[in-house]
């Protein structure tokens, strides 16, 4: 990523170029993305995104994200099975057969936007309602960074709307 942002600022001529990591993280993800398949396997993706948003996750305790694999179109095997599959693919690391987070922290943050704004394959108002009462911290800190990290208008925009309809609510 660091040579990346280099070669991006090098050829803008411009050290500010740099500032929106959008454009770096996508230049360099987006193979990854492809090559593991879940650019195109939809379950695959939730499956990610789910472990993007929390960070760490313990297999023997999902109770709480019911609601998400349901709308991912998952049962409860299947993720776990996903999970597997990711670890194989050597995108998340799993200890002990039962916990799980991503092997790299701005991968996690990529896919973090990818699937819940980008794809949105998982609805980001549905994913704060069934983790912020088990996992506060880590969903306050899913958020922070998708507005810290990418300073993109219209994701910031869509970040707040979500909010803004669960405090409505």
């Known amino acids: 990523i660091a040579m990346l942002a280099g070669k991006l600022a090098s050829e803008a001529n411009r050290l500010d170029s740099i500032d929106d990591i959008t454009q770096l993280y996508a230049a360099y993800y987006s193979n990854a993305l492809v090559e593991a398949g879940l650019d195109t396997n939809r379950q695959l993706l939730v499956t990610a995104g789910i472990i993007a948003f929390l960070r760490t996750l313990h297999i023997d305790y999902i109770d709480s994200l019911d609601v998400v694999l349901t709308q991912g179109g998952l049962t409860r095997e299947v993720f776990v099975e996903n999970l597997f599959h990711l670890h194989k693919l050597e995108l998340v690391d799993i200890c002990n057969d039962k916990g799980v987070r991503f092997s790299e922290q701005c991968l996690a943050n ?7 704004y980008d794809r949105k394959v998982i609805s980001l108002k549905i994913m704060i309602r069934a983790c912020f009462d088990s996992y506060r911290e880590r969903t306050l800190s899913a958020i922070n960074t998708l507005l810290s990290v990418y300073h993109v208008v219209d994701l910031h925009d869509f970040v707040a709307e979500e909010i803004r309809t669960l405090w409505r609510e």
């Open 110 to 116: 990529y896919i973090l936007k990818y699937v819940f």
